[in-house]
């Protein structure tokens, strides 16, 4: 069974930096699309960025030139730098991969940007 566990959300202020880091474990295989969504209270959850085993990445509007996200292959990680954090990007962060039919989500990491 494959689980995705997330690390390093917290407790920052507007303007600084953080990175996220989330394993897939119980995989024999890559996990062809690894991403990050995130859900607000109140809102629906969303697509921050994705990126492929081939390294194509898609980034929300509200992202691009801030956030960047990498993988390595072999381990099956994926991670999200985010630089220059505004409050608005106050949410639950998840880790997903997906592989054909077959989607992995983690519990879950909390960011919290205070203005």
């Known amino acids: 069974q494959v689980q995705m566990v997330e690390s390093g959300g917290g407790l920052v202020q507007a303007g600084d930096n953080l990175r996220l880091s989330c394993v897939a474990s119980?995989?024999?295989?890559?996990?062809?699309?690894m991403g990050w969504y995130r859900q607000a209270p109140g809102k629906q959850r969303e697509l921050v960025a994705d990126?492929?085993?081939?390294?194509?990445?898609n980034y929300a509007d509200s992202v691009k030139g801030r956030f960047t996200i990498s993988r390595d292959n072999p381990k099956n990680a994926v991670y999200l730098q985010m630089n220059n954090l505004k409050p608005e990007d106050t949410a639950v962060y998840y880790c997903?991969?997906?592989?054909?039919?077959?989607?992995?989500w983690g519990q879950g990491t909390q960011v919290t940007v205070s203005s």
């Open positions: 997903r991969g997906g592989m054909g039919f077959s989607v992995y």
């Open positions: 119980g995989s024999g295989f890559v996990i062809r699309v």
């Open positions: 990126i492929t085993s081939g390294g194509l990445t």
